[in-house]
């Protein structure tokens, strides 16, 4: 079974920054595509970064440039860090992994960005 544990979420002000963990464990491999999803109230959840099978990045419109997502294979965490956060960042960020085509999902963090 794999469990995915997010954490670092909280309550910044309009330009800080924010670093988000996922902590992994259970039945994973390196190649497995890693991500961060978020959704905000009322909205559909939707991609804020990715990291392919293959080691690609990608980054969702309003997130490129101000976020970075790092994968640590030796601890098989999941990393976003954001800058420059902006009201509309404030939402529930999920992480998520890719294992053998099956999506695995952690149970969020909340994220709220506020003066």
């Known amino acids: 079974q794999v469990q995915l544990v997010e954490s670092g979420g909280g309550l910044v002000q309009p330009g800080g920054s924010l670093t988000l963990s996922c902590a992994t464990s259970g039945r994973i491999f390196s190649f497995d595509t890693t991500g961060w999803y978020r959704q905000a109230p009322g909205k559909q959840r939707e991609l804020v970064a990715i990291?392919?099978?293959?080691?690609?990045?990608w980054y969702a419109d309003a997130a490129r440039g101000r976020f970075t997502i790092l994968r640590d294979n030796a601890t098989n965490a999941s990393i976003l860090q954001m800058n420059s956060l902006k009201p509309e960042d404030t939402a529930v960020y999920y992480c998520?992994?890719?294992?053998?085509?099956?999506?695995?999902w952690g149970q969020g963090t909340q994220v709220t960005v506020s003066p």
């Open positions: 998520y992994r890719n294992v053998l085509g099956r999506a695995y």
């Open positions: 990291v392919t099978s293959g080691g690609s990045l």
